[in-house]
């Protein structure tokens, strides 16, 4: 306690100077995403902004698509840490699936614009700033995670054959809730906001009736169509399968 004479004032440790370095160039490239576009802003104007040389800015991020993988981490971790209070207290599959989801929305609300700007390159399946791209894997398997962990410590049972296939699927409808958001201009992003709760409970049903052994196939014919065909992740499950 400060006064008291035995107990040392502790101080909270700083980040080493190269993390603060990397993230004032993340921060500054985030802002000038934002303020000019993803396409006129180059890697010397980040450098200049953040006050630091143009090799040192290469350093850290060699292209400006790994300053958006950076985004892409940041986001993650973020949403990670956000939504430890509805996976940490909530047991029903609807409701846990539609916090991570909803808070998704609440983390990335501010990047709404930028994220409007740089979709064009990330809708390119060629671009590394594609969420399907081999570059995009850690970000991409960090949230597939999450959905691992909404189905785990769900009160809802999972058939066996499907645990490892439905967190996958559960991303892929986030993706697409990520695709709708980037377009919605309703208030607040009020509509986003629905979706994302009609959607947790269409999954959930999806879910339910995943236990019928009828229509496991079926669910195994999707995750498939999936992995075969979506740059990246056709990639990742060759590589699965090879280790």
Known sequence: MKGDPGVKD????????SEQTRTLILETALRLFQERGFDKTTMRAIAQEAGVSVGNA???????????????DRIGAE??????EVLDKETDLETRLAGVLTCWLDIAAPYHEFAAQFFKNAADPESPLSPFSVESE???????????EVLAGSKAKIPAELVDI??????LSQMGLVLYWVFDRSPERERSRRLAVRGARLTT???????FRVLRPLVHEVHELFTDFLP????????RKRA
Do not use: C, D, N
């Open 232 to 239: 990246g992740m056709a990639e990742t499950a060759t590589a």
């Open 10 to 17: 502790v101080k909270p440790a700083k980040a080493p100077k």
């Open 58 to 72: 290469y350093y850290y991020f060699a292209s400006k698509e790994h300053l958006v993988q950076g985004f892409y």
């Open 205 to 211: 049903r999806g879910v339910a009736l995943a236990r």
């Open 166 to 171: 439905l967190p996958e699927l559960m991303w």
């Open 79 to 84: 949403h990670a840490a956000a939504v430890r």
């Open 138 to 148: 850690p970000a991409r398997e960090a949230s597939i995670a999450i959905h691992r």
